[in-house]
T-cell receptor, first 114, second 118 residues
Framework: KAGVTQTPRYLIKTRGQQVTLSCSPI?????VSWYQQTPGQGLQFLFE???????NKGNFPGRFSGRQFSNSRSEMNVSTLELGDSALYLC?????????????FGEGSRLTVL | AQTVTQSQPEMSVQEAETVTLSCTYD???????LFWYKQPPSRQMILVIR??????QNATENRFSVNFQKAAKSFSLKISDSQLGDAAMYFC???????????????FGQGTTLQVKP
């Protein structure tokens, strides 16, 4: 079974630009969550999508948004990039039910903002 | 709000020895999951072990075991017979089991970098 796939793995943007990251979950998983990882703030929850609906959201500004498609693939978008948005963005998938245990993570997308 | 604290930024252990990583958490909920995740330099997070709060028995996975003290809100990870491949950053994480809306939300500690010396 293929794991969680994130693209692109690395990207460099400049301040003010926008970026879109993609995540393909494990087949059959309906929940996709996004996390931001930085040395200073650690791992922080961005949002979760389940069956094309956002059902949980972390404490991030509106510049961070996401969506989920009918095949459960998800994208997240960051508009008007700031230097502080430089981070590793991790996607995680799970079956999505109430009794779901662990999340399964992708390798991440490393974003550098210059 | 729930919080997770890992007070050891770095730990080191000699190969074949045992090491314990500490984690404490704060919650008012009674039903939740706790996890230890490993993040090797390749960056992909891998689940090491999980514990359901309603289970009193400590979880064990091969060389990895936990000491879950619910009343003390403590969840430490013991790695026995440490191997070079165990070198990584380890994260303790909490997930609420209350309501489906919290399914994909993990609250992580700051992580502990484990060095294994040959």
């Amino acid at each position: 079974k293929a794991g969680v796939t994130q693209t692109p793995r690395y990207l460099i943007k400049t301040r003010g630009q926008q970026v879109t990251l993609s995540c393909s979950p494990i087949s059959g998983h309906r929940s996709v969550s996004w996390y931001q990882q930085t040395p200073g703030q650690g791992l922080q929850f961005l949002f979760e999508y389940f069956s094309e609906t956002q059902r949980n959201k972390g404490n991030f500004p509106g510049r961070f948004s996401g969506r989920q498609f009918s095949n459960s693939r998800s994208e997240m978008n960051v508009s008007t990039l700031e230097l502080g948005d430089s981070a590793l963005y991790l996607c995680a998938s799970s079956p999505g039910g109430v009794n779901t245990g662990e999340l399964f993570f992708g390798e991440g997308s490393r974003l550098t903002v210059l | 709000a729930q919080t997770v604290t890992q007070s050891q930024p770095e730990m080191s252990v000699q190969e074949a020895e045992t090491v314990t990583l500490s984690c404490t958490y704060d919650t008012s909920e009674s039903d939740y999951y706790l996890f230890w995740y490993k993040q090797p330099p390749s960056r992909q997070m891998i689940l090491v072990i999980r514990q359901e709060a309603y289970k009193q028995q400590n979880a064990t996975e091969n060389r990895f075991s936990v000491n879950f003290q619910k009343a003390a809100k403590s969840f430490s990870l013991k790695i026995s017979d440490s191997q070079l491949g165990d070198a990584a950053m380890y994260f303790c994480a909490y997930r609420s089991a209350t309501g489906s809306s919290n399914t994909g939300k993990l609250i992580f500690g700051q992580g502990t970098t484990l060095q294994v010396k040959p």
